[in-house]
């Protein structure tokens, strides 16, 4: 009985033996070194190995030497492909074969373009693929260092004041590369900007529709070519809404002002505020006051610390008070609004006007306005 139970244990012990080298070569792994052009390690971006096989990706980030790994992957023929931080292929091997050892399969871009230019390691659709990627990475590094530098030019110029050459150099820009909206925006600014300084009439008015259809082609640039990556989108696009209307309402054109101003509001709710804030002061310019204080209700209502505000709706309510014998009767609601401005900002620009508004429509200046409103409730 002993012998028999020793012989089951020696079979057993065997048989432990023999079953973790089976399970431990199921798959191997991979590592590499990648380096661009210039021999310099590629600290952003991945490498993606595609199953050839069962289609099934491997997808291994790069660190700060450029290096990736993986523990595990499948044998069987990769398509293993560099991606830059931007997610645009720089490279891929076709049919690299992984085994159950360690793969080392490095990205070496600049030997790869010496082969390419020799002809030599690479299949015919390597090659091509090689330098059309290389000739457009080169064709863009080329132009956005040349229209950095014209914006730059511009925003030196424009700084002194020299509008005209800001002007000028923007629409080189343009005319170079006429897809890319920041370039339209920054044409539209400066001519924008320089409107109110001409002594001309119509050479203003000419700079003012200039502004506005820089400002619609950028919105259309960016309409069209959204950027996915790009969280501040809404925030920008605002801006360029934002700024037509500005230019619209200087030419005189309230409906197409507020329209954009609310277009941006939409996008924009964080800064809502503002922009109805703008609204209201187009209104008011344009002696539209109940359009005026709904707007600044609007400004009030997403902040009411708003200051400005209160005084605004104020001065647009004054615009509707009456005569009662020599007497003014403001509607209801007036005092109230020029005394919380006071409260918000006793000592602001607009502290006298607003002390002297009271003082026109037989009102008190309530310096604990928020205070006393309470105890009336009471």
């Not at 595990?72 to 076709?94: M, R, V, W």
């Not at 490095?106 to 299949?123: R, T």
């Not at 360029?240 to 309402?249: C, F, G, P, T």
Request: proline content about 4%; aromatic content about 8%; overall charge positive.
């Amino acid at each position: 009985m002993k012998q028999r139970l020793a012989w089951v244990a020696l079979v057993a012990l065997l048989l432990g033996l023999c079953v973790p080298p089976v399970f431990a070569q199921a798959t191997g792994s991979v590592k590499g070194v990648c380096r661009d052009s210039s021999g310099q390690p590629i600290t952003q971006g991945t490498v993606e190995w595609l199953s050839l096989d069962t289609g099934r990706k491997y997808t291994l980030k790069l660190n700060k030497k450029g290096e990736y790994f993986s523990l595990g992957i499948a044998p069987g023929k990769y398509k293993a492909t560099l991606f830059g931080p931007d997610g645009k292929e720089l490279f891929h091997y076709n049919g690299v074969q992984v085994g159950l050892d360690e793969l080392t399969q490095d990205f070496d871009l600049k030997k790869e373009q010496q082969a390419a230019a020799q002809g030599q390691g690479l299949s015919p659709e390597q090659q091509k693929a090689m330098q059309e990627a290389q000739a457009k990475n080169q064709k863009e590094q080329n132009t956005v260092k040349s229209l950095n530098e014209k914006l730059s030019a511009a925003k030196t110029a424009a700084d002194a004041g020299d509008f005209d050459t800001a002007i000028s150099t923007m629409t080189e820009a343009t005319q170079a590369d006429p897809t890319r909206d920041l370039l339209f925006f920054k044409l539209a600014d400066y001519n924008r900007l320089s409107a109110p300084k001409q002594t001309d009439p119509a050479e203003k008015q000419k700079r003012y529709e200039a502004a506005a259809a820089n400002y619609q082609k950028a919105i259309d640039l960016k309409t069209a070519n959204p950027d996915p990556k790009d969280t501040d989108a809404n925030s920008k696009m605002a801006a360029y809404y934002n700024n037509l209307a500005e230019v619209y309402a200087k030419s005189g054109k309230i409906d197409d002002a507020v329209t954009n101003y609310n277009k941006a509001a939409q996008l924009d709710p964080p800064r809502a505020g503002q922009y109805n804030f703008n609204i209201g002061a187009v209104l008011t310019n344009a002696g539209k006051v109940d359009d005026a204080i709904a707007a600044f209700d609007k400004v009030i209502a997403a902040d009411p610390t708003k200051a400005d505000a209160y005084y605004w709706k104020g001065v647009n309510m004054i615009g509707k008070a009456t005569l009662k014998g020599d007497k003014m009767v403001a509607p209801e609601g007036t005092a109230d609004a020029f005394n919380k401005y006071l409260e918000l900002a006793p000592t602001g620009s607009y502290a006298q006007p607003a002390k002297d508004m009271l003082a026109s429509i037989g009102a008190n200046v309530e310096t604990g306005f928020k205070k006393q409103k309470t105890a009336t409730k009471k």
